[in-house]
């Protein structure tokens, strides 16, 4: 994945997590991926299905470019 793709899925990762933080409901027009990846970046796994909702099982959902989109925000204080 290069620079300017990492950016945007970034960028898609946020968009959506502020979209679930201020209405949850929303999680349910996400895949299952794009759900995971939120779940995990607003630390609120209780809105996933109760068989996604242990970390390493989040995790393994993911992949690593999308991981690594989840880790970047978080690192950074996304919220803030």
């Known amino acids: ?4 793709e990492f950016f945007r899925l970034r960028a898609r ?3 959506l997590a502020r979209s ?3 209405d949850p409901a929303r999680i349910g027009v ?5 759900a995971c990846a939120v779940a995990l970046l ?4 209780d ?3 109760s068989d996604e909702r242990h970390p390493l ?3 393994d959902r993911l992949g690593a470019n999308w991981e690594k989109a989840v880790r970047d925000p978080h690192a ?3 919220q803030q």
């Open 1 to 4: 994945m290069g620079v300017n």
């Open 13 to 15: 990762l946020v968009e």
């Open 20 to 22: 679930v933080d201020a």
């Open 30 to 34: 996400l895949s299952t991926g794009e």
């Open 42 to 45: 607003l630390g609120r796994l």
């Open 47 to 49: 809105l996933l299905d």
């Open 57 to 59: 099982d989040v995790l």
């Open 76 to 78: 950074s204080g996304w």
